[in-house]
């Protein structure tokens, strides 16, 4: 049973940088590729980034690509989010998933496991 959990979150003005941390344990860490997505109050779950087993792709959506970096620590089994020039829009509950599948899926059905989430709010 793999096991993730979020960290990071927070309150933070507009054109602020957060990152989020994701730590893995249960399961082989790089056979899995990982994605985060977000959930706004009232809206669907959504698709931000996502990485490859090895950690050589990445694929962002529009709203958040050249803002977003998402990186892996392969022998940390940690995810990270590098979020930077915040906006209020992006204020949401960020949640880390991992998916067996290993390519660069961005649906949510794609991925078996997921964190508890961590709250962002950016405030303008």
């Known amino acids: 049973q793999v096991q993730l959990v979020e960290s990071g979150g927070g309150l933070v003005q507009a054109g602020d940088s957060l990152r989020l941390s994701c730590a893995a344990s249960g399961g082989i860490f790089s056979s899995f590729s990982m994605a985060w997505f977000r959930q706004a109050p009232g809206k669907e779950r959504e698709f931000v980034a996502v990485i490859s087993r090895n950690g050589h792709s990445t694929y962002y959506t529009d709203a958040v690509e050249g803002r977003f970096t998402i990186s892996r620590d392969i022998a940390k089994n940690t995810v990270l989010l590098q979020m930077n020039s915040l906006k209020p829009e992006d204020t949401a509950v960020y949640y880390c998933?991992?998916?067996?599948?290993?390519?660069?899926?961005?649906?949510?059905?794609?991925?078996?496991?997921w964190g508890q989430g961590t709250q962002v709010t950016v405030s303008s």
């Open positions: 998933a991992s998916s067996r599948l290993g390519t660069l899926v961005v649906t949510t059905n794609a991925y078996e496991y």
